[in-house]
């Protein structure tokens, strides 16, 4: 699925993971792509070289820390300076996990974890919509997940942003939809990145497994499909909503999450 014409795409959380996959796809599909997340300055630049090699787009890095709403402001100031006309697609995609049980969650990991998916996102938003309104177009896609439609004991702060990542989703492409903008909320199953390769490390250690015993059972199991979700499946189902024809799709949440929520 091609994005039709010379878009302008801001990804957060590109530097690796399912963010990463995304702006290839759509650096791929001929839109200029800003990278943004925290890295070490030798894999960002490894990320502007791959870019620049492979793909025909003008791809620039702004850094941000989401946890300081001051960096937020700082990074759409500074990719206005570099895209005076604003962006076209907006992928809210930055994200962590901290799993830990709800009486012992610590409060400056649930400021963060609301800090980084929820606020950003609506700062990000809240900045962009008027260019994209101005232009007539735009796609705005929250990466919420599985987690925003059921839950699991050790996540229930992840689940709380990330359903409310589905909310903002909504409310959002009501106010956007008469101006050609449509604003979704995909959900992810269990996908293989450092996220989730964190979470295996700690259970491995907590069952006395190794790291591959603890990785083929839980890929083995987690999805009806006995199979991870891959990031270019992920990118793929991103470029179709990012595609004119998804212009009907809005204020939806869509599951991608090999029949995970559908038990
Ligand atoms: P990842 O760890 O590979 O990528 C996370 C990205 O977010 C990185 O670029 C990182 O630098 C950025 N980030 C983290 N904290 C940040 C901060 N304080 N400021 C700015 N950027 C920050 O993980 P991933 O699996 O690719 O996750 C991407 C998104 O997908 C997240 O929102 C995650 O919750 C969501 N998700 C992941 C899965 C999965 O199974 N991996 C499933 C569903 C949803």
């Known amino acids: ?42 894999v960002i ?27 937020i402001a700082n990074l759409c100031k500074e990719i206005t300076t570099i895209h005076p006309e604003g962006i076209d697609i907006l992928i809210n995609n930055a994200g962590f996990q901290y799993v830990c049980k709800i009486d012992e ?18 700062l990000l938003i809240r900045y962009f919509v008027p260019y994209m309104k101005k232009k007539g177009w735009g796609r705005i896609i929250n990466t919420s997940s599985q987690m925003g439609l059921i839950s699991t004991p050790g996540k229930t702060p992840y689940s709380a942003v990330k359903a409310a990542l589905i909310g903002l989703a909504k409310g959002t492409a009501l106010e956007t939809a008469e101006y050609g903008i449509t604003c979704n909320a995909i959900c992810p199953g269990y996908v293989e990145t450092d996220l989730v390769r964190k979470q295996i ?63």
């Open 45 to 71: 630049d490894s990320i502007l070289d791959e870019f620049k090699k492979n793909y025909k787009c003008r791809c620039s890095y702004v850094g941000g820390d989401f946890t300081k709403e001051d960096e």
């Open 201 to 263: 490390h700690v259970m491995a250690k907590n069952e006395s497994k190794t790291f591959d015993q603890k990785r083929n059972e839980f890929f083995g199991s987690c999805h009806p499909s006995k199979k991870p979700v891959t990031v270019e499946q992920v990118s793929g189902l991103v470029a179709y909503l990012c595609s004119d024809e998804a212009a009907s799709t809005t204020g939806s949440a869509i599951s991608i999450d090999a029949g995970y929520t559908a038990q």
């Open 105 to 122: 969650y610590p409060i400056d990991m649930w400021n963060k974890m609301v800090a980084v998916h929820l606020t950003a996102s609506f």
């Open 1 to 42: 699925m091609a994005v039709e014409q010379k878009r302008v795409a801001l990804v957060t959380g590109s530097t690796s993971g399912i963010g990463l996959a995304i702006a290839r796809r759509l650096a791929s599909s001929g839109c200029d792509v800003i990278i943004t997340g925290l890295a070490d300055q030798d």
